[in-house]
């Protein structure tokens, strides 16, 4: 069997696509200051407690592979869960009940999974970081069931129409920071680091270059590198030349700390918008001074912001999962189920997959938690259906902490 063993995960009651190198497109979620967990823990959290059948999601992650380590994210979905049991009521009063199955990245793995969570009888599957969601999706697409991507970047998460994202994705992400720094920032001249990959070369090339040279900015570098480089002063010296004046960094969060070193070790000065998976707290800290005034298009909230969300958001974490970094990934897996338990709570036959499906087609201009409202009729970013919003938030590392630049969605 080459997924691990589903992890059953009830929580009613406690008191307190794709391939590994498709990681270099992840950029769905916000970092944060760790240090705000110390003010969550203060926080006051309602108790409203959910009572009766449960209603069963499952979900399918990569805990841990040769491509990093995600176990983040299944801690984020279940501290979520036992926040919507706990505090909020369940879903329209009926708690919800995890079923998890960790996959090794590969689609044969995480097919194996969909099937094994099949037998649960889900109303629909959460792919938290399911790097083998080309396998996943059409097993769970045949049995009618629908799927949610909080940190979409394999073409059946952006394609499939059984598959929905709340968060923009790599890619829309790229296409907003582009966008961003042509109107906003003036670039004049800009270059494109990537891991030489297919997947990366296409949002390069289609999401970055396209959209700068669309908002007037001709001169546009490309600069390919090597999966397994590490030392980047070669290719960000290749990229600075000709008097570039912003560079944009598509790559795991290991390739932007070693994109940061080389910026200080070159004293570059031009603007760096890097991917949303590097405002991490650890990239942060490991980037030192060179991460001063670094951008990043982000899906959800800053965790850091001071916004009903955020601050619910923190306190549920600082109570269910402590250890848990507050940045990349975990805000937006916590947000998507959190939303997801509202549409539940909607619906008539919550446990029914049809229904559910029909729900989720049906969302139009829909608050979601802690991401911008969302509309699931396929339209919304050209040629990926599944991502039911493009929106964004731009940030800016100052001081060690993310500050909203833009302070709205965008783009607008």
């Not at 200051?33 to 979900?59: F, R, S, W, Y």
């Not at 970081?129 to 970047?153: C, F, R």
């Not at 000709?242 to 200080?264: H, R, Y």
């Not at 029914?352 to 139009?364: I, N, T």
């Amino acid at each position: 069997m080459s997924g691990k063993r589903i992890a059953r995960s009830s929580f009613r009651v406690a008191a307190s696509a794709c391939t590994v190198l498709a990681l270099t497109l992840v950029s769905a979620c916000a970092g944060s200051d760790a240090a705000t967990t110390g003010e969550a823990e203060k926080a006051e959290l309602p108790v409203k407690k959910a009572q009766g059948k449960p209603i069963v999601i499952g979900m399918i992650n990569n805990d841990s592979n040769a491509a990093g380590n995600f176990a983040n994210v299944g801690q984020a979905t279940r501290a979520a869960v036992k926040y919507i049991n706990n505090n909020l009521g369940g879903a329209g009063g009926r708690p919800i009940r995890l079923e998890y199955c960790a996959s090794n990245g590969t689609s044969a793995a995480s097919a194996n999974c969909a099937a094994q969570l099949l037998q649960e009888k889900p109303a629909t599957v959460i792919g938290g970081l399911d790097l083998g969601s080309d396998g996943s999706i059409p097993v769970l697409a045949k049995a009618g069931v629908p799927y949610l991507s909080p940190t979409p970047t394999s073409s059946a998460d952006l394609t499939s129409p059984t598959s929905f994202s709340f968060v923009a994705g790599s890619a829309p992400s790229q296409g907003a920071a582009a966008t961003y720094a042509a109107k906003e920032l003036k670039t004049k001249k800009a270059a494109v680091l990537f891991n030489e990959n297919p997947q990366a070369r296409l949002t390069a090339e289609k999401f970055v270059r396209n959209v700068l040279k669309a908002h007037g900015v001709s001169h546009v570098t490309m600069a390919p590198f090597s999966a397994n480089e590490t030392d980047m002063a070669g290719p960000l010296s290749h990229a600075l030349k000709g008097g570039t004046d912003t560079v944009f960094g598509i790559m795991p969060e290991a390739g932007c700390v070693n994109v940061l070193k080389a910026k200080q070790s070159l004293a570059s000065t031009a603007n760096y918008f890097f991917s949303g998976n590097c405002a991490a707290p650890s990239v942060l800290k490991a980037g030192g001074s060179a991460a001063e005034g670094t951008y990043f298009p982000v899906s959800v909230q800053p965790a850091n912001a001071d916004t009903p969300d955020t601050k619910a958001f923190r306190s549920a974490m600082a109570r269910y999962a402590p250890s848990v970094d507050l940045g990349v990934y975990p805000e937006s897996a916590f947000g998507t189920a959190v939303t997801l338990s509202r549409v539940l709570a909607k619906i008539d036959k919550p446990d029914d997959p049809s229904a559910v499906m029909s729900a989720l087609r049906g969302l139009k201009n829909q608050p979601t938690f802690v991401g911008p409202k969302v509309t699931c009729d396929g339209k919304q970013v050209k040629s990926l259906p599944s991502v039911c919003s493009d929106k964004v938030r731009i940030v800016k590392s100052e001081n060690g902490e993310l500050k909203d630049d833009a302070g709205r969605w965008y783009p607008e």
